[in-house]
């Protein structure tokens, strides 16, 4: 596995920095970076500056303009910012330039992301994914990250480089990618067995964005343990459980949560991990309703539905943290009948946006979970109705 040997240390200096353009407004670059330094502090970094300039398009050369790059070089001086970090991806001729230029050391949020997967990367499998998608990330960018790829190792030398090392550099990538890819295709076929020999049980998969509380539902619904915490990416690992319910047996698997920009390379890569996606008969959706952003998060789950070819599935939406929503919506001034009136304007509006298929739940108080149980239960039972309609274990 490539081994970074200046990872981001537990409270490293970070500053972060975004782009205004055609393709993203004002207000979203201040999302994207309020999201990116909660990367960076899952990363184990801390978030000391924001910087965001506004610009046509991209600089080819360093990204950002000259002005900016020469702000953002005169703070750093002397305040022990050890990385700089772009919320847009970076070519690799880009990150050695803005190196040389600011003299710290340069990463984008692919990179970032890349990173924190690797270190919760805990299975074989997660390990060779996450491996195979950072030799993805360097491959394009070879002819001009060197001193980048010094800070990451993997076997390349030190010394700058002539052409025929950059080719037999790119002969080295392109071999181990094929290895890889070759042991990530066997562990595949092992999985695919296994999920085989589940037998005719009714599969339901919890999806949704990063650190929306599905591992906590997991918990909670199947009585086993999962690794739960509130940072980003908490498990890469599909974990999968039976859970029986009034006697109804089904599988129940708690998936990677998805995030905004996510590298290609990462889904790509995750292939293995994303088939408990495309293979389960009914889909969970968990949303934080408390977020600020909700609707966009709802979005992003969305479209990678669609790009791993898995949104037409049955699905029920479950709006989580209900608790911290009434806490940020309501103050103390506002009055039981307007408060009543607000929630139901918003189960109204959502029963209607998802046909009927909405659930709105807080984990963390336990609330609403009986309601959730019975409606999980119905669309289960129904399942089998459709599948197996001569056989009754199932359904009683």
């Not at 949560?257 to 292939?271: A, D, M, N, T, Y």
């Not at 994303?274 to 609707?295: F, G, K, M, Q, T």
Request: no cysteine; glycine share 4%; net charge neutral.
């Amino acid at each position: 596995m490539i081994e970074k040997k200046n990872r981001i240390q537990q409270e490293e200096r970070a500053i972060l920095v975004g782009m205004v353009h055609k393709e993203q407004t004002e207000p979203q670059v201040q999302e994207y970076l309020d999201e990116l330094a909660f990367l960076a502090e899952t990363a184990g970094a801390v978030t000391v500056k924001k910087f965001i300039q506004k610009l046509p398009h991209p600089d080819s050369r360093t990204y950002i303009g000259k002005g900016k790059l020469q702000e953002i070089k005169e703070y750093i001086q002397g305040k022990d910012v050890r990385i700089v970090i772009f919320d847009d991806e970076l070519s690799g001729a880009q990150i050695n330039n803005i190196e040389k230029e600011l003299e710290a050391k340069t990463i984008d949020r692919s990179d970032l992301i890349l990173d924190i997967f690797a270190r919760r990367a805990k299975t074989a499998q997660a390990k060779a994914q996450v491996e195979l998608a950072q030799y993805q990330y360097i491959l394009p960018r070879l002819r001009g990250m060197w001193k980048h790829l010094e800070r990451l190792g993997g076997g390349i030398g030190t010394r700058g480089p002539g052409e025929s090392e950059i080719e037999t550099d790119r002969r080295i990538v392109r071999d181990k990618i094929s290895l890889l890819r070759k042991r990530l295709s066997e562990i595949d076929k092992q999985a695919f067995t296994q999920r085989k020999d589940r037998g005719e049980f009714i599969r339901a998969a919890l999806v949704g964005y990063t650190n929306v509380g599905k591992s906590t539902i997991m918990n909670l619904l199947s009585k086993r343990h999962v690794f739960a915490e509130n940072k980003l990416f908490a498990t890469l690992d599909t974990t999968t459980s039976k859970v029986v319910f009034e006697t109804t047996p089904f599988l129940l698997s708690d998936t990677v949560g998805f995030i905004r920009k996510l590298p290609h390379h990462l889904v790509e890569s995750f292939k293995s991990t994303l088939d408990e996606v495309r293979e389960a008969d009914i889909l969970l959706h968990v949303v934080d309703i408390s977020h600020p952003n909700y609707e966009d998060q709802i979005g992003v789950v969305n479209k990678t539905l669609q790009e791993i070819n898995a949104f037409e599935k049955p699905l029920l939406t479950i709006f989580n943290k209900m608790d911290l929503y009434e806490e940020r919506t309501f103050d103390e001034w506002l009055g039981l009948d307007t408060k009543k009136e607000i929630l139901e304007d918003l189960y109204e509006r959502w029963q209607r946006e998802t046909n009927n298929n909405a659930i709105f739940i807080s984990a963390l108080e336990k609330r609403n979970l009986d309601t959730l149980r019975a409606t999980i239960l119905e669309k289960v039972r129904e399942m089998y109705r459709v599948r197996y309609p001569y056989k009754t274990e199932f359904l009683y």
